[in-house]
């Protein structure tokens, strides 16, 4: 057993001489990157408001009683007749009709019994023709319009992100190449740079629906009326000054 270990501390030797021989060699190929110098800094923005192009209409009906069963089925026929009235007029894009929430949730009383019960069924409708989506929401019976709201189609809003980049872009360099000239340098080569693209968006400015709507006749179709979405594109990033 001694003579076997005598025979290969001979071999771990070498093997540690020739790791610290190839140590230096190592460090050699690692690469110095100089510091940089001249290098600046800067961001531009550009904000595009374009009109909101779809609107969204949130149609509920409520029932109350003490068997939930059949406030259940009531919701159910109400939905089904006024889902089957919607798709009437449905059109791709221009107006799509879909189920929203559909619940039946009891009524607590202090002491924690239950005293009742209450139910909820929503439709949704949602496209870029105004007139056909409020005139269906008029029509409409047993079901009142919970809410609305308005947004960007993906269109409109990627059209309006080119725009905004484009600007951006544009600032961007025309930054970069003023911050040139004032510390004395010729032009500028990018380094980095990152787009960032956002959509904070305008309230919607809805008017009165279905209450003022119901004042002159039951079928006439709800007021709305859409407003603006700002999109926002940001371009940041560093320049070298040469």
Do not use: C
């Not at 107006?95 to 439709?123: H, K």
């Not at 309230?203 to 119901?214: I, T």
């Amino acid at each position: 057993m001694k003579a076997l270990l005598f025979k290969l501390r001979p071999l771990q030797t070498v093997a540690a001489v020739a790791v610290l021989a190839a140590a230096p060699a190592m460090a050699q190929t690692v690469p110095v990157f100089p510091v940089p110098e001249n290098v600046v800094q800067l961001n531009a923005s550009a904000t595009v408001e374009v009109p909101q192009d779809t609107l969204s209409f949130v149609l509920a009906a409520t029932r109350e009683g003490t068997d939930p069963g059949q406030i259940q089925a009531q919701l159910k026929a109400v939905l089904e007749q006024a889902l089957a009235e919607a798709k009437k007029s449905a059109r791709p894009d221009a107006m799509e009709v879909r189920t929203g929430n559909f619940n039946v949730s009891p009524r607590y009383s202090r002491d924690g019994r239950i005293t009742g019960w209450v139910g909820t069924a929503e439709l949704l409708l949602e496209g870029t023709d105004f007139g056909r989506i409020s005139q269906t929401a008029g029509r409409l019976t047993g079901m009142n319009v919970a809410g609305a709201s308005f947004r960007l189609s993906r269109d409109q809003r990627e059209q309006a992100e080119k725009q905004a980049q484009a600007e951006a872009v544009q600032r961007f360099r025309a930054r970069a190449g003023e911050l040139a000239k004032s510390f004395g340098f010729t032009g500028y080569s990018l380094r980095e740079v990152s787009v960032h693209a956002q959509e904070p968006g305008i309230p919607p400015v809805p008017r009165m629906m279905r209450m003022e709507a119901k004042t002159s006749s039951a079928d006439a179709p709800v007021p709305v009326e859409a407003g603006k979405s700002a999109v926002m594109v940001n371009v940041s990033g560093s320049v070298q000054l040469r």
